[in-house]
């Protein structure tokens, strides 16, 4: 079936092909890269090709529109305009879409007594994980000079870093905020089953055509291709966050791309956390919360009133008042 440049193709699902994890299923499946993640969106219940392709690829264009917005990568993004007046005292005017992501942005920040910073991406110029290179308390204190939304003149309407060098950075809820709009809008399309994956943040926008939940495989982060764990969703969001995503060890430590903002350095407790939340925003800032907050974790996750799922440093499955098929 041809397709116009940049669109991805829809092929009719094998009923024995597993997504992520769950067997006889039927349906469309579109394939495709964005925000440097593997993604997938699935649809089942919709019965004419012509439509699957166009449902999707109205999908695909929102994860691509968003990807576009808010790339740092990008000299026209909204990102690189506030970053490029970092010090100069000049608020940036941003949109109602982006005020909204920094209103979140706030509220994370309040909530995790500063865990998450939006401001705290600059600590990339000290990490490479690449080179597995541990960086020295100097570099680590240069950039920690530059993070601190605290310091950060937000208004609702404009926004301003007071420091040169400053920067923000959404890459901690840009790919969850895309999946919650695609499924915004294939659901405003009438789509009521369905899977949205940009890269194994889950989305689920309803149960199979007959009933059944979706079966969605949680990675093991000890064991390259294997599954921890298997959620049964029938709807809303499934978000992991973990030690193995980027990472090196080093004279037996660990160092992952998790990086707490007050200190610059990763953290080190859990080796993934799973929640389960409405949206998939809501889930990928509380699993990633949990990483940051350590030991105090559940608490903090049993006050917000959603599921979860975690492994413990020994790599034990901690999952009070769940029972995920394992």
Request: negative net charge.
């Amino acid at each position: 079936m041809a397709t116009r440049a940049g669109a991805t193709l829809l092929t009719r699902q094998s009923p024995h092909r597993p997504l992520p994890r769950a067997d006889g299923e039927t349906g469309w499946l579109v394939e495709f890269t964005a925000m440097a993640s593997p993604c997938r969106i699935r649809l089942a219940g919709v019965a004419d090709e012509a439509q699957a392709q166009a449902l999707a690829q109205a999908a695909v264009d929102e994860v691509r529109r968003i990807e576009q917005r808010y790339s740092r990568y990008r000299s026209d993004s909204i990102v690189s305009r506030i970053n490029a007046a970092a010090g100069s005292g000049r608020p940036v005017p941003v949109d109602a879409e982006t005020a909204h992501l920094l209103d979140f942005a706030d509220l994370l920040y309040r909530q995790s007594e500063g865990r998450f910073d939006l401001s705290s991406g600059v600590l990339r110029q000290a990490w490479d994980f690449k080179a597995a290179r541990v960086p020295s308390e100097t570099e680590l204190a240069r950039c920690r000079e530059c993070i601190g939304w605290d310091r950060v003149v937000w208004t609702g309407e404009a926004i301003a870093l007071p420091r040169a060098g400053m920067e923000i950075d959404f890459g901690g809820i840009g790919k969850e905020y895309a999946v919650d709009r695609a499924a915004t809008l294939l659901l405003e399309a009438g789509v009521r089953s369905g899977l949205i994956n940009l890269g194994g943040d889950l989305r689920v926008l309803g149960p199979h055509p007959d009933g059944r939940p979706w079966r969605l495989g949680v990675a093991h982060p000890r064991a390259p291709g294997a599954v921890a764990l298997e959620w049964a969703v029938h709807d809303g969001a499934l978000a992991t966050s973990g030690d193995y995503e980027r990472y090196f060890e080093q004279d037996g430590r660990r160092y992952c791309h998790i990086l707490d903002p007050r200190t610059g350095w990763p953290v080190s407790h859990w080796q993934s956390v799973t929640v389960a939340a409405p949206s998939c925003l809501a889930a990928g800032a509380l699993s990633t919360l949990a990483m940051l907050a350590g030991p105090q974790a559940p608490a903090f996750l049993q006050s917000q009133g959603v599921a979860y799922a975690a492994l413990d440093p020994r790599g034990e499955l901690v999952a009070p008042g769940l029972e995920p098929s394992t």
